[in-house]
């Protein structure tokens, strides 16, 4: 099945850092979604993406869908203690219904 | 406004046994997605449902594993005899309608999800 990539497996930067993710495919996806996970918790929908190009901000996340349809990525400026989670982009394929998601991201953020 | 919700939130069966895991649907959302994440791993699809349909069961495997969701109360994902690889956590999603078709912007919320641990 299709896979979305997702790299490195662990992130670790000091508080107040801005940190990039990035989440890239094969094939094409028509919409991107960037949830986080929290331990013992469900995903969280933080940013969700539907037209290539779109860059689109929530609080002091920016995402963007990219241009080529097969790509995304996830930016948090001035990280604070509450951003450490796990980070899993997903996508959405054709008239598919169900989502693709990476392995996602573990971010660490150090006083 | 409640969000979707699941349970139990931790189910303990020995090898042999059945595990029923519930989900209810945020209120107004039809559709039902039933994911699975193995530890350290991405959410795997498995089955979507709409009221009283199966729309697509690719990703289930194709013994020991059921999903309904009747016309009236919680979709109930089903695993009999189970086997200690399937100790994972079930996640359960909703949309008010059916996603990816185009021109819709949504997109499926999840519940807290259940932890199974087969002994």
């Known amino acids: 099945g299709q896979q979305l990539n997702q790299s490195p497996q662990s992130m670790f930067i000091q508080e107040g850092e801005d940190v990039s993710m990035n989440c890239t495919s094969s094939?094409?996806?028509?919409?991107w979604l960037w949830y986080k996970q929290d331990p013992g918790e469900g995903p969280v929908l933080l940013i969700a993406?539907?037209?290539?190009?779109e860059l689109t901000s929530n609080g002091r996340l920016t995402a963007q869908f990219g241009i080529t349809r097969k790509d995304s990525f996830l930016n948090i400026s001035a990280s604070i203690p509450s951003d450490v989670g796990i980070y899993f982009c997903a996508g959405l394929e054709g008239a598919n219904s169900k989502l693709t998601f990476g392995k996602g991201i573990t971010l660490s953020v150090r006083p | 406004n409640a969000g979707v919700m699941q349970n139990p939130r931790h189910l303990v069966r020995r090898r042999g046994q059945e595990a029923r895991l519930r989900c209810s649907p945020m209120k107004g959302h039809s559709h039902v997605y039933w994911y699975r994440q193995l530890p350290e791993e991405g959410l795997k699809f498995m089955v979507y449902?709409?009221?009283?349909?199966?729309?697509?069961e690719s990703g289930m495997p194709k013994e020991r594993f059921s999903a309904e969701f009747p016309k009236e109360g919680p979709s109930i994902l089903r695993i009999q005899q189970v086997v200690r690889g399937d100790s994972a956590a079930y996640f359960c999603?909703?949309?008010?309608?059916?996603?990816?078709?185009?021109?819709?912007?949504?997109?499926?919320?999840f519940g807290p999800g259940t932890r199974l641990l087969v002994l």
């Open positions: 999603a909703s949309s008010p309608r059916r996603i990816g078709s185009g021109g819709f912007q949504e997109t499926q919320y």
């Open positions: 993406l539907y037209k290539a190009g």
């Open positions: 094939s094409i996806f028509n919409t």
């Open positions: 449902l709409q009221k009283e349909n199966i729309i697509d």
